[in-house]
């Protein structure tokens, strides 16, 4: 298939403030918007308080209720990384904290539904709660709370997602996005609004007395922030202030060997080094491995990973969570091939792509939809939503991603207003989201999805762009750049690893893997002889070619104790020459 061809585009600065001591860290932070050198600060105290937050204060008067009469507490997890996170968080939290009957129960995908379900209530009823407390899910679950409420189950919701018009009737909700929240940050994930309603709790605790009166010793909140940075970088949140702090604050204790042994068990699988731990590591090499659980099978695997204690355990449970990755990994090949297949046929035949884009096989496995609808979305530079069947319930299951300039939720909220019954059920962020509808409404679904999105977007809006940090010196591209760049972060969604462009020349390349190419190039009028790897891109790179631009990440390269630079190439065109 053609790929869309990618425009570079340069980021634009110009900095009021003085940022950093280097000026290649000063464009850099500029270009992202940083106004204050205090908005490079990540220690905790620059975070906002708990009783900033909504209802936070409502939360902990409940939660210590439930402490000192003993309530059966049961959490209510969602089935992602940010709900494992989540989820292990407030069990140890809880527990830390004195609560003497706290455990969970997640969803199956593929029997109960997502979140707070009647069904998922049900298995939860059966540990006799006195309350459920859910961790990034429940603020679209009005059924679930009322069944919940019927059973005499008193519901406290904590989540991150955007709410509908009205929010579900439980005790008490947390949610930074809920209505009339001026709560600064919009950005939490569901494990980070849950570590702001427990450290509101420690807090009036503390204030009570309740520690001494136990026989407890009080614990620091801050302990637990590896499994906050983990659970907010999987969920690709926006990396504000509040949680570039977080993430911050929690890769720290990473480093410094202070996580709980099943995060570093999942370090160990990936080959990673916690001492010299990345956000993007946490994203990419940790992330998907709890998800794949939550993709395959049962997401209990990895939030009982998180919580266990002896490492001899975790890394078994570690171990099979990377065997379930590898296992999602050939399945979403495949898919993703099938699923380019299919639209190179319709183009064959004179069919022209939809800007809004709707895939569907009846041998799609719903829980790997939505990394298909995103490698699709990344190769063709459009809103993709991914479906599959799911038998039990009788409906398709489908997985949305979008583009910068499309909200993806709003995009369906108008749907769902404009033709009622359509669309069964969805929720989301402005990137991502997720819905169920009949089988017999796809087509009909597919021509609304297509005129909501051409309502907002342009054919100019489908044209791939890389934003790009310019050009290197020939002095800059070195060890030392990298390690500076590194350091510099954390970097992630909304605050983006820098990205760099430029002319090289091709030195030569080589296949690795049938996917992958390394090449090596050389800065044109150096001497300068560089490595770079292009991950996936090998069916983009044309042998014989001897000049590329390309758009490209430092990095640093660690093999058998040697470190050296390392070009993580993004994007990659030939540069014609031209006769004198």
């Not at 990673?272 to 049962?298: C, E, H, I, K, W």
């Not at 090949?333 to 699923?339: I, K, L, R, T």
């Not at 631009?549 to 190439?569: F, M």
């Amino acid at each position: 298939m053609n790929i869309p061809r990618i425009l570079i585009v340069r980021r634009e600065s110009d900095p009021t403030a003085h940022l950093a001591d280097t000026p290649l860290l000063q464009r850099i932070y500029a270009a992202r918007g940083v106004s204050a050198s205090s908005e490079l600060r990540y220690q905790l105290h620059h975070m906002h308080p708990p009783a900033a937050l909504k209802n936070s204060e409502a939360a902990a008067e409940l939660l210590e209720t439930a402490l000192r009469q003993h309530w059966r507490i049961v959490i209510v997890a969602d089935l992602d990384a940010d709900g494992a996170t989540s989820c292990a968080l407030a069990l140890r939290v809880l527990r830390a904290l004195g609560a003497t009957a706290v455990d969970y129960v997640v969803p199956n995908r593929f029997v109960h539904g997502y979140g707070l379900t009647p069904e998922i209530v049900a298995v939860a009823a059966e540990k006799s709660p006195d309350l459920l407390i859910t961790v990034d899910n429940g603020i679209s679950n009005h059924d679930g709370v009322q069944a919940a409420q019927a059973r005499g189950i008193k519901v406290l919701i904590t989540d991150h997602h955007l709410p509908g018009p009205t929010v579900p009737a439980a005790d008490v909700v947390v949610n930074p996005n809920q209505h009339g929240d001026d709560f600064p940050s919009k950005h939490l994930a569901g494990v980070g609004v849950i570590f702001y309603v427990l450290s509101a709790l420690r807090a009036r605790l503390r204030d009570s007395g309740w520690f001494a009166a136990q026989g407890l010793a009080e614990p620091k909140m801050a302990q637990f922030l590896d499994l906050v940075a983990l659970g907010t970088v999987a969920d690709v949140v926006r990396l504000d202030h509040t949680n570039r702090i977080l993430v911050a604050q929690g890769l720290q204790r990473i480093r410094a060997g202070r996580c709980v042994p099943g995060i570093q068990a999942l370090l160990e699988i990936a080959k990673r080094d916690a001492a010299r731990l990345s956000a993007t590591d946490l994203g990419f090499q940790l992330g998907p491995r709890l998800n794949a659980a939550g993709r395959l099978v049962d997401m209990r695997l990895s939030i009982e990973c998180l919580l266990s204690d002896d490492p001899v355990e975790a890394k078994k449970m570690a171990e099979h969570l990377d065997e379930l990755n590898r296992e999602r990994r050939v399945i979403e090949d495949e898919m993703q091939q099938q699923a380019l297949a299919r639209l190179e046929g319709s183009l064959a035949n004179g069919a022209t792509l939809p800007f809004g884009l709707c895939l569907f096989d009846p041998e799609w496995h719903q829980g790997v939809v939505g990394i298909v609808a995103g490698r699709v979305k990344e190769r063709l530079h459009r809103p993709v939503i991914a479906f599959a069947p799911d038998h039990a319930a009788g409906l398709l299951r489908g997985s949305a991603r979008s583009v910068d300039d499309l909200h993806i939720r709003d995009a369906l909220a108008t749907i769902a207003a404009q033709q009622p019954g359509l669309i069964t059920r969805f929720g989301g962020h402005a990137a991502a989201a997720g819905l169920s509808l009949p089988a017999e409404n796809l087509e009909a679904f597919r021509a609304a999805f297509d005129a909501e999105v051409r309502r907002w977007l342009s054919a100019d809006h489908l044209q791939g762009r890389l934003l790009s940090d310019g050009e290197l010196s020939v002095a800059e591209l070195c060890l030392e750049t990298a390690e500076l760049l590194r350091a510099a972060g954390p970097w992630g969604q909304g605050f983006p690893e820098p990205l760099f462009d430029g002319e090289f020349e091709v030195l030569s390349h080589q296949i690795m893997q049938d996917r992958h190419v390394k090449i090596f190039l050389r800065p044109p009028g150096s001497t300068l002889r560089l490595e770079g790897v292009a991950f996936r891109r090998a069916a983009e790179f044309v042998p014989g070619t001897t000049r590329l631009r390309i758009a490209y990440k430092l990095d640093v390269n660690e093999w058998q104790g040697r470190r050296r630079l390392q070009l993580v190439i993004e994007h990659l065109e030939p540069v014609l020459q031209h006769a004198a």
